[in-house]
């Protein structure tokens, strides 16, 4: 199987540098062999790139959701592989929480965790599937399309 960090070359991705916390939080916390990330949102150069809800009439496209939520895991692979020493060392993905910031009547929170979930299984193959959640809430900090929560094991 080819490692993650081969795949990412293959795939022409470069991990963007870990964002720091902006509260009273840890980015990462590992307990024994899994990995637990705070929340991570579409940050780009450290601003919010991703931003309003998703939905009609007055919010943003479904498309636009999935591309925040592809920033989402870019950063979230940031953080974890800063905090275990390279993304190598991720051995499954766990667990996936897509929160979306959504309008009245959108329904399509899976739509677009589906672009967390098929970068993760791009990224690590079989040992990118895992267990997943999409929800929708009326609104995420700093007015984020997108926060992501991802649970890994360890090798």
């Given at each position: 199987?080819?490692?993650?960090?081969?795949?990412?070359?293959?795939?022409?991705?470069?991990?963007?540098?870990?964002?720091?916390?902006?509260?009273?939080?840890?980015?990462?916390?590992?307990?024994?062999?899994?990995?637990?990330?705070?929340?991570?949102?579409?940050?780009?150069?450290?601003?919010?790139?991703?931003?309003?809800?998703?939905?009609?009439?007055?919010g943003r496209?479904?498309?636009?959701?999935?591309?925040?939520?592809?920033?989402?895991?870019?950063?979230?692979?940031?953080?974890?592989?800063?905090?275990?020493g390279g993304?190598?060392?991720?051995?499954?993905?766990?667990?996936?929480v897509v929160?979306?910031?959504?309008?009245?009547?959108?329904?399509?929170?899976?739509?677009?965790?589906?672009?967390?979930?098929?970068?993760?299984?791009?990224?690590?193959?079989?040992?990118?599937?895992?267990?997943?959640?999409?929800?929708?809430?009326?609104?995420?900090?700093?007015?984020?399309?997108?926060?992501?929560?991802?649970?890994?094991?360890?090798?």
């Open positions: 199987m080819t490692r993650p960090s081969e795949r990412l070359k293959q795939l022409n991705i470069a991990l963007p540098p870990a964002a720091r916390p902006v509260g009273a939080y840890v980015p990462a916390l590992r307990w024994n062999d899994m990995l637990l990330l705070s929340g991570q949102i579409p940050l780009q150069e450290g601003r919010v790139a991703f931003t309003a809800p998703v939905g009609e009439p007055e496209s479904l498309e636009y959701a999935q591309q925040a939520a592809r920033l989402c895991t870019l950063n979230a692979l940031a953080v974890a592989a800063e905090a275990v993304i190598d060392h991720l051995a499954r993905v766990l667990k996936l929160y979306v910031a959504s309008c009245p009547g959108f329904s399509e929170q899976h739509k677009v965790a589906n672009a967390a979930s098929e970068l993760l299984v791009e990224i690590f193959g079989e040992a990118g599937k895992h267990a997943r959640a999409a929800v929708g809430v009326s609104q995420l900090p700093l007015n984020a399309t997108v926060e992501i929560d991802l649970t890994f094991g360890l090798t």
